[in-house]
Nanobody, 118 residues
Framework: QVQLVESGGGLVQAGGSLRLSCAAS????????MSWYRQTPGKQRDWVAS???????DYADSVQGRFAISRDNAKNTLYLQMNSLKPEDTAVYYC????????????WGQGTQVTVSS
């Protein structure tokens, strides 16, 4: 059973920066993709960024050039560096783990709140 715990959310002024973390534990397959998603109350959960086990990254157009996803495999931790934050970035941010060789395959954290004020 994989456990994901997000942290690092908070209140920040527009134009500021924030760094989110996601600590993973449990039986984790070596081949996997970790991602960040975000969700505002009443709206769907949107994909933000992903990173593979070997470090290949992809970003949503809305955060391209502002956010940077990374991972530390030794610490089993996922990160999201958020720069030039906008009020539109306000949401609950969730960590996701996808394992192609797992029966369950998908795991989610509980989320961490990010609020960007203007």
């Amino acid at each position: 059973q994989v456990q994901l715990v997000e942290s690092g959310g908070g209140l920040v002024q527009a134009g500021g920066s924030l760094r989110l973390s996601c600590a993973a534990s449990g039986h984790i397959f070596s081949i996997n993709v970790m991602s960040w998603y975000r969700q505002t109350p009443g709206k769907q959960r949107d994909w933000v960024a992903s990173i593979t086990s070997i470090g290949n990254t992809d970003y949503a157009d809305s955060v391209q050039g502002r956010f940077a996803i990374s991972r530390d495999n030794a610490k089993n931790t996922l990160y999201l560096q958020m720069n030039s934050l906008k009020p539109e970035d306000t949401a609950v941010y969730y960590c996701n783990l996808h394992e192609p060789d797992s029966i369950i395959q998908e795991f989610w954290g509980q989320g961490t709140q990010v609020t960007v004020s203007s």
